[in-house]
């Protein structure tokens, strides 16, 4: 397919931005080729997405997440499932999801594989962890938009554990990830609105992946010493400061 104007945003833009149980209905519509009449206009497009009927919906070109659709959901303003859909094939044109992409680390875990990575590779690392720690950021804006904060936090917290998932397990990817630990800590100290808990359960998921890492590679909890003379918000690291402590005293 060819496009006078592709969408400006990605197929991880959609994967990452969008609550779990929808992005895997609309992978479904998308795949089981619900969606009929495609069209392109002016920066946007529109199709009709089959289900119980069929519902017009329509999107923008120049951001996730801008659409409409005539179902109950669409009409309230969330972002449903046939918005999604019709969002995926703007971006994929028809052409087949690879599995690897449908894969959603919305926790993330521990690839249980020993390794370092090259200079080049640590440097490419910490420059997406830097761009998806963008997302978590502070909110002063009016009630209204609460919902598109909360999704942004957890976009960015999405963002995270795909990159920390497929990390290897050495002291140094443990120190890699202390650091992202610690500027999320920051953030949280400084204005981040974590009330429903996405980032600090993020963190403490990298946590326990932590402990996990130490049991793979003890050299791993000497890097835990990065933590010993820190003062966090809410206690998160002392799981690995006590294992510090033990494995010294041993
Ligand atoms: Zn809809």
Not at 80 to 94: D, E, M, P, Q
Not at 117 to 140: D, G, T
Not at 233 to 248: A, Q
Request: aromatic share 10%.
């Amino acid at each position: 397919m060819f496009f006078i104007m592709p969408p400006k945003f990605d197929f991880n833009k959609i994967k990452f931005a969008t609550e779990r149980p929808t992005f895997e209905k609309a992978v479904d519509l998308y795949e089981s080729g619900k969606i009929k009449n495609f069209k392109e206009g002016i920066s946007a497009y529109s199709a009709i997405v089959e289900g119980g009927k069929n519902y017009n919906v329509s999107i923008e070109a120049r951001r996730f997440g801008l659409g409409y659709c005539d179902c109950y959901m669409g009409q309230n303003d969330y972002l449903c499932k046939h918005i999604v859909a019709l969002s995926i094939y703007a971006v994929l044109g028809g052409k087949p999801i690879m599995p690897e992409d449908k894969k959603l680390n919305s926790e993330p875990q521990c690839c249980g594989k020993l390794g370092e990575l090259s200079k080049m590779e640590l440097a490419e690392v910490k420059k997406s962890i830097s761009n998806a720690i963008k997302y978590i950021k502070s909110y002063n804006g009016p009630s209204r938009t609460w919902f598109t904060y909360q999704a942004s936090l957890s976009e960015g917290c999405n963002r995270l554990s795909a990159i920390v998932s497929g990390l290897p397990v050495s002291a140094q990817i443990t120190e890699l990830i202390i650091k992202m630990l610690l500027r999320l800590d920051k953030k949280l100290c400084k204005g981040v609105d974590d009330s429903d808990g996405t980032v600090g359960g993020f963190m403490q998921e990298c946590v326990e992946i932590l402990k996990e890492f130490s049991q793979l590679d003890k050299k791993c909890i000497n890097t835990f010493e990065l933590l010993c003379k820190q003062s966090t918000c809410f206690g998160w690291e002392d799981p690995l400061v006590r294992m510090y402590d033990e494995n010294k005293a041993e």
